[in-house]
Each structure stands twice: as C-alpha cells, then as structure tokens.
C-alpha cells in the first residue's frame, strides 16, 4: 500500500487471504465517547515527511498531548475486561496429520488437533495448530501490530504455530467435524484499542481516525483529525485497522473481527483418520492418533 488516501466509511476494506475481513460495526455511542474532547491514542512520533510548501514543517500534533491539550495512553481509558473462557486441559485425543497438496508458509503442510477430554459422542473443545514454529507472544503493545513485526502489506492469514481455539467441534460415531476462526489471533491486540468513532454519527467506529493515510518513504501514517497533518504510525497496526480490519468496535470496546472460519470433516477408523478441509480450496487431511 503506497500513496495516500482519503477516507470514505469503509475506506481500505481489502480482502483478506482467506475471504473478506468484517468492517467495524456500530454502537450507540455515547454524547461523552472516546474522541469527542480530541484525545486520541498516542501512536509515537509523527512520520518525518518533508516540509510544507512555505518550507516550515507542520507542528507534531502528539506535542498539544504531551502538553495537556488532549489524552494518550494514560488518558483514563483502559480495556475492558476479556471474557475468554480458560484453557481446555489438552488431555484429550491428539491428531497429527497433513494437509495434501498444500504448504504454509514454512513450507510445512502439518495440522494437528489436540482435543480436550470428552468421551462418546458430542461436543467437543481443544485447539487447531497448524504448520510448524513458535506461537507469537501475547499481545500487550496496542500502539504496534500483532504479532509483532507484521508490517505494511500485512494480511489475515493463518499464524503457524499458533493454538487455534475450536469454535465448533462434534462427534458422532466415526465423524469429526471442527471448525477454527482465524480471528482468534487478534482477539487480546483488539481488546488493548482504544474504540475511535469514523465519523459524527457515533455509530461507527474503529482502532484508527477515519482520516485517511498512507504511507511514504519514512513509513506509515494517518491524518489528523483536526489539521490534516499525517501523524507517524506503525504499519502493522495500520494494515490491521484499516487494511485486514481484524477489529470490530463499539462505543466502549474493540473485538476481534470473526467469520474466517477453517472447517475441518473427518472419518476415524481406528488410530487413523482421513477427511477434508478447506484451505482457499478443498483438500484432503489424514491424521494418526498420537500416544
């Protein structure tokens, strides 16, 4: 993403790798709501993009912050509680497989599905990993994108590495069927944003001012809301806001978008399983029980 842009509501709905990604959505938002008074998360230093054509370079809008003329990070907003249910105890079955015809950026086509204990048939919880690598450190930075060092041209995609929580999981006899959402990665990064409202109407909002942006040799950045001036900003967080969207937000919280959802229907017969999953196209999965 190069140049600049100019808002409109949905400005920059790209589409994700793995299908369209939800805008943020709307919420009554309050007549007191995060920026009306113009304090806005502090994002670090505005993008070094030259001079004006007068030749003196515009005020850094971050100063009237520091200087008491609007709040930052310490403005008295903090996020809200997460309501994320604990961890399964993983002691269930464990599936190691592949996807065929198929590799993740690794180059690995690996799955596994580690369940938790249920016995029978019925529901079933655990987590989906997929590929192979570390899982990125917990989101605690809301200013950078996640996971750290996504950068610009930044898409949803799968994380390998990552423990997908099952959204969705049965049994029935010898059928399998699971489903992750990929939004599950974003879920605590969109919880730290601060719900920013894309216009007057207090109906719609997100993790950045709807004021256009882009990005230029010194790196990305939005406008002002107020001066038009581009403010630095980290292109993660940019691509994530307002390329990928992975945040839906209201009034008083941010989420994590969901509707990316990775199905997995399989057939077990005996510490064996084969059965499909959709990866942008259809492909067939075989698993092994493990010990």
């Known amino acids: 993403m190069m140049g600049t842009w100019k808002p409109t509501l949905f400005a920059l709905a790209f589409a994700v790798s793995l299908g369209a990604c939800s805008s943020s959505h709307g919420g009554d938002g309050p007549d007191d709501s995060p920026g009306d008074d113009g304090s806005r998360l502090d994002l670090g230093p505005r993008a070094d993009l030259g001079p004006l054509p ?63 204990s249920a016995t029978g048939d019925g529901p079933r919880t655990g987590v989906v990993i997929f590929g192979e690598g570390s899982p990125p450190p917990p989101a605690t930075d809301p200013t950078i994108g996640y996971p750290a060092g996504a950068g610009e041209g930044y898409r949803q995609e799968i994380w390998e590495g990552y423990e997908y929580s099952i959204v969705e999981g049965s049994v029935s ?19 730290l944003q601060m719900p920013i409202p894309q216009d007057d109407s207090g109906m719609w909002w997100g993790c950045l001012p709807n004021t256009g942006g882009g990005s230029g040799p010194s790196g990305c950045f939005y406008n002002d809301p107020d001066t038009d001036e581009p403010i630095g900003v980290d292109c993660g967080k940019f691509e994530l806001c307002f390329g990928a969207r992975v945040c839906e937000c209201d009034a008083t919280r941010c989420e994590a978008s969901t509707g990316q959802r990775i199905e997995f229907d399989f057939r077990v017969d005996g510490d064996d399983a084969a059965g499909s999953v959709q990866l942008r196209d259809l492909h067939n999965v075989y698993f092994t029980r493990s010990p």
């Open 54 to 116: 007068d030749g003196s370079r515009p005020d850094d809008p971050f100063d009237r912050i520091r200087d008491g003329g609007g709040a930052s990070t310490d403005s008295g907003w903090t996020p809200p509680p997460g309501d994320m249910a604990p961890a399964g105890d993983r002691a269930g079955n464990t599936w190691d497989g592949y996807v065929e015809s198929y590799s993740f950026p690794s180059g690995s086509d690996r799955v596994r599905i580690i369940f938790d």
């Open 173 to 191: 006899g010898a059928r399998v069927q699971v489903a992750v959402d990929l939004g599950h990665l974003y879920e605590d990064w969109c919880r």
